[in-house]
């Protein structure tokens, strides 16, 4: 609970720094304070997510300590420390539905994309161009075509990201087709 008599109020931090003291101790006052109260908005709207609602209100008291950096008369109160969490919300729902979007994309594009080539392959000649492939062009090839793996999987085995990945995939199937081409033209 906030001190009184140190002039921090129950919802205004600034009144006790009008002065100009140093801020630290009237915003540890109002951390301790607001704290419940913002994490529970948070909470509440986060669907129970509690690692979301701790990140979320981490990221709303740091922006108070930059904010008091910024301007040490800034007037900080448990109702601005509740506007910039729902900002952080707000924030967390946008990069969500980014990277849902993004994910819907990937998954589509792997669905339509069809290539009439793959029918045409011989066996035995393309386990020899594989053979002769870069290590890291066979591995991505081998996971994902031999083994049949989604490329999230095959992302997560070679401990790279999901477009890292696919951009692997699209350099590796050009150098096997490149490969598999001209041993077709040595072999006429």
């Not at 300590?65 to 910024?70: E, G, L, N, P, S």
Request: glycine residues 6%; contains cysteine.
């Amino acid at each position: 609970m906030a001190d009184d008599s140190r002039g921090v109020g129950r919802n205004d931090w600034a009144a006790s720094n009008e002065d100009g003291d140093d801020p630290g101790p009237a915003l540890v006052a109002l951390y301790d304070e607001a704290l419940p109260y913002v994490y529970g908005y948070l909470l509440s709207r986060c669907g129970g997510q509690v690692s979301v609602a701790q990140d979320l209100t981490t990221q709303t008291f740091l922006g108070a300590v930059q904010a008091v950096r910024r301007n040490n008369q800034a007037h900080l109160s448990r109702a601005w420390l509740i506007a910039v969490a729902r900002n952080k919300l707000v924030d967390h729902w946008r990069r969500q539905a980014r990277e849902e979007r993004g994910l819907r994309t990937v998954a589509a594009e792997q669905h339509s994309f069809h290539d009439p080539w793959d029918a045409e392959i011989d066996s035995l000649r393309a386990q020899d161009v594989l053979g002769r492939l870069s290590a890291h062009h066979r591995m991505v090839l081998t996971l994902r075509y031999l083994d049949d793996l989604p490329v999230p999987q095959v992302a997560t085995l070679i401990d790279r990201t999901l477009h890292a990945t696919e951009a692997l995939l699209v350099r590796a199937r050009a150098a096997f087709r490149r490969a598999y081409t001209e041993d077709e033209g040595g072999d006429g």
